[in-house]
């Protein structure tokens, strides 16, 4: 997986200088992320009774050979410069509905691989091995870009795919019993709501997830315009920006998962939460390039502990016939929301400038993780 990650954020950032440079537009920018997450906002629900009834490894091969084809798509248009910015969006789009599925099946397999006892370090690692490539990845596209081409960048992300397709082929899943295929699939969604919806601590822990992707995550998107207008950098430079966000997620992950299965989980989230929104807040202020490098580190080192700790009280509390939709939940709202983040963000940085639009997510994370952990005390003692 590693491999393919690597490639997979290679080709994000050659993808997001390829818009930038074709529009030059920090609206465009933000509607083609708005409309890459889409289908996942549309989907992934329905793509949770699927992951809950059909083998995951199937949809797993399935999934990956659809990125692989997309990503040589994307490469031959590019490099027959016949590509436009109508073409991104579709591919995007795609993209975006392989994800949905791809997604909750990926997640909720990990449990059927290493079980309960071993969760926080499972997902911690597979935590780490995404963030080594987010370090890697953008960090060798700078270089790649002015290479060999943003092309090339998307025929190795094409290539990379055929190392996670070998191996889930020797992958041996204990997989629970599947559910019945032919039950009314509106049944079964509307069950996996009601669950959601009758607990207090799984209802608030995707909330959580859903307003940290819709106002804190769209700062990625907003790179490239920190990298050429704010911080003067160039696309090397912007490779590094992301590097060191992903440099903070790494330590994250593998400080997690030292951890192990500790008691504290509750504690260090609210902890994290407060951490990435001041981050944000900071990295918005700089006009340094060192300064804002280490205000990243910190984003990526807040936001993966969030997100972890929150992945593993959710698969801990939830059973396993309910596993696949309530990881559907989680996705739904921790990339679902990410197109209306991407879109606002790419609105308000048109009117108000890049730097206003990232310090008004961090304030409104800010405030209602204040709000909620007054409100609901038992998220602190998960």
């Given at each position: 997986?590693?491999?393919?990650?690597?490639?997979?954020?290679?080709?994000?950032?050659?993808?997001?200088?390829?818009?930038?440079?074709?529009?030059?537009?920090?609206?465009?920018?933000?509607?083609?992320?708005?409309?890459?997450?889409?289908?996942?906002?549309?989907?992934?629900?329905?793509?949770?009774?699927?992951?809950?009834?059909?083998?995951?490894?199937?949809?797993?091969?399935?999934?990956?050979?659809?990125?692989?084809?997309?990503?040589?798509?994307?490469?031959?248009?590019?490099?027959?410069?016949?590509?436009?910015?109508?073409?991104?969006?579709?591919?995007?789009?795609?993209?975006?509905?392989?994800?949905?599925?791809?997604?909750?099946?990926?997640?909720?397999?990990?449990?059927?691989?290493?079980?309960?006892?071993?969760?926080?370090?499972?997902?911690?690692?597979?935590?780490?091995?995404?963030?080594?490539?987010?370090?890697?990845?953008?960090?060798?596209?700078?270089?790649?870009?002015?290479?060999?081409?943003?092309?090339?960048?998307?025929?190795?992300?094409?290539?990379?795919?055929?190392?996670?397709?070998?191996?889930?082929?020797?992958?041996?899943?204990?997989?629970?019993?599947?559910?019945?295929?032919?039950?009314?699939?509106?049944?079964?969604?509307?069950?996996?709501?009601?669950?959601?919806?009758?607990?207090?601590?799984?209802?608030?822990?995707?909330?959580?997830?859903?307003?940290?992707?819709?106002?804190?995550?769209?700062?990625?998107?907003?790179?490239?315009?920190?990298a050429e207008q704010v911080l003067k950098v160039g696309v090397k430079g912007l490779g590094m920006l992301m590097s060191a966000s992903g440099?903070?997620?790494?330590?994250?992950?593998?400080?997690?998962?030292?951890?192990?299965?500790?008691?504290?989980?509750?504690?260090?989230?609210?902890?994290?939460?407060?951490?990435?929104?001041?981050?944000?807040?900071?990295?918005?202020?700089?006009?340094?390039?060192?300064?804002?490098?280490?205000?990243?580190?910190?984003?990526?080192?807040?936001?993966?502990?969030?997100?972890?700790?929150?992945?593993?009280?959710?698969?801990?509390?939830?059973?396993?016939?309910?596993?696949?939709?309530?990881?559907?939940?989680?996705?739904?709202?921790?990339?679902?929301?990410?197109?209306?983040?991407?879109?606002?963000?790419?609105?308000?940085?048109?009117?108000?400038?890049?730097?206003?639009?990232?310090?008004?997510?961090?304030?409104?994370?800010?405030?209602?993780?204040?709000?909620?952990?007054?409100?609901?005390?038992?998220?602190?003692?998960?």
């Open positions: 997986m590693f491999i393919s990650l690597v490639g997979t954020w290679i080709q994000t950032v050659a993808q997001s200088w390829l818009v930038f440079q074709v529009t030059h537009s920090s609206f465009l920018l933000g509607l083609v992320g708005f409309l890459g997450a889409m289908p996942i906002f549309l989907f992934s629900l329905f793509a949770g009774v699927v992951a809950d009834r059909v083998n995951k490894k199937s949809i797993l091969l399935l999934t990956q050979n659809a990125f692989m084809v997309l990503a040589f798509i994307l490469a031959v248009l590019t490099q027959r410069q016949l590509i436009t910015t109508w073409q991104i969006i579709v591919i995007a789009l795609l993209n975006g509905a392989v994800m949905a599925f791809d997604a909750p099946a990926r997640q909720s397999m990990v449990v059927e691989l290493v079980g309960k006892t071993h969760l926080l370090n499972a997902i911690a690692l597979n935590s780490a091995a995404f963030n080594a490539a987010r370090i890697v990845g953008p960090a060798v596209a700078g270089i790649l870009i002015a290479s060999i081409g943003m092309s090339g960048c998307f025929y190795l992300n094409g290539i990379s795919f055929l190392a996670v397709i070998v191996a889930l082929f020797f992958i041996q899943v204990k997989s629970t019993a599947p559910r019945d295929r032919h039950a009314d699939v509106r049944r079964d969604l509307a069950q996996g709501l009601a669950f959601i919806r009758n607990n207090r601590l799984i209802l608030m822990l995707i909330v959580i997830v859903g307003v940290t992707s819709l106002f804190g995550i769209s700062y990625i998107i907003l790179m490239p315009i920190f440099a903070g997620a790494l330590a994250a992950a593998l400080f997690l998962a030292n951890l192990g299965d500790f008691k504290h989980k509750g504690k260090l989230l609210v902890v994290s939460s407060f951490i990435f929104s001041a981050s944000l807040l900071i990295f918005a202020s700089s006009k340094t390039y060192l300064f804002s490098l280490a205000a990243l580190l910190c984003i990526g080192w807040s936001s993966v502990t969030l997100t972890s700790l929150i992945n593993t009280l959710l698969q801990t509390h939830v059973p396993d016939e309910f596993r696949g939709r309530i990881m559907s939940a989680f996705m739904f709202t921790f990339a679902g929301m990410m197109p209306f983040g991407n879109l606002s963000a790419g609105v308000l940085a048109h009117l108000w400038g890049v730097a206003w639009a990232v310090a008004f997510g961090g304030i409104c994370c800010g405030l209602f993780f204040t709000f909620i952990y007054i409100r609901y005390p038992e998220i602190r003692n998960a």
